[in-house]
């Protein structure tokens, strides 16, 4: 049997997200069905992890075992006959047998888009979420710098999640401005239900002025989901990637 492992990018718009489910379209079902007739077998897909209801991937990644001898340069192709355009199988790559795709990961990176706006450009609809106040850059990214490290996310997780910890590491948080665009790049160890869009929300309140910079630090230190409170909507976030040592 070989191992695969493959990158997915996807626009989550008319998805219920990755993981199969009963009553909606998800990607993890497109894909399996698609990766199951090209090798002519039935597959089990290990996806890296979950994204919601109408979240992108740029580099969402799974792996799967298969008896099929077809040459590792052709699956993207081959997988790609049987998707839909809004999904795409963009690389393959053998990888050893104790390899799994979510098990296996370092981290993630996630970028958040939002259009800054006071109008809603209409081709970004889906794509990014629109965000009409003025926002201080500098404010939000003197927030963010207080999030990377190790620390108890809790405050910054959906309320009843089901976690043994909600301690995690932020690597990096980079925002960027390129005319009305606003890039949030956040990656870290790993991602509570939520976190990147109640994160977002966060820095998106502290930039038009409703919080002060240091909301961050009481959240963290208070645990307190109320100090935060909006989640932002699911349109503008994207998986970019997953890191691996391979």
Do not use: C
Request: charged share 25%; aromatic share 10%; proline share 1%.
């Amino acid at each position: 049997m070989r191992n695969i492992l493959i990158t997915i990018s996807y626009d989550g718009t008319n998805y219920v997200g990755w993981q199969s489910q009963q009553g909606g379209r998800s990607i993890e079902q497109a894909v399996k069905k698609a990766v199951e007739r090209l090798v002519g077998e039935e597959v089990t897909i290990y996806g890296s992890g979950r994204t919601d209801s109408k979240v992108h991937a740029i580099g969402q990644t799974a792996s799967f075992y298969t008896s099929s001898s077809i040459d590792i340069e052709k699956i993207p192709f081959g997988i790609n006959n049987y998707l839909n355009k809004d999904i795409r199988v963009i690389s393959a790559v053998e990888v050893g047998d104790d390899f799994h795709a979510r098990y296996s990961a370092k981290g993630k990176e996630y970028i958040y888009y939002i259009y800054n706006k006071n109008i809603m450009n209409p081709i970004f609809l889906n794509k990014m979420t629109h965000i009409f106040y003025d926002l201080d850059i500098a404010k939000m990214r003197d927030a963010a710098s207080n999030l990377i490290g190790m620390h108890d996310f809790k405050g910054f997780s959906k309320k009843g999640s089901n976690v043994k910890s909600t301690i995690r590491e932020i690597y990096d948080i980079d925002i960027q401005k390129d005319g009305n665009i606003i890039s949030i790049k956040i990656s870290g160890s790993g991602f509570l239900y939520n976190m990147v869009r109640i994160i977002v929300a966060t820095l998106v309140d502290i930039g038009r002025g409703k919080f002060e910079v240091e909301r961050v630090e009481e959240i963290l230190k208070t645990g307190d989901r109320n100090l935060a409170k909006v989640t932002l909507g699911p349109e503008g976030l994207y998986l970019n990637r997953v890191f691996y040592d391979l």
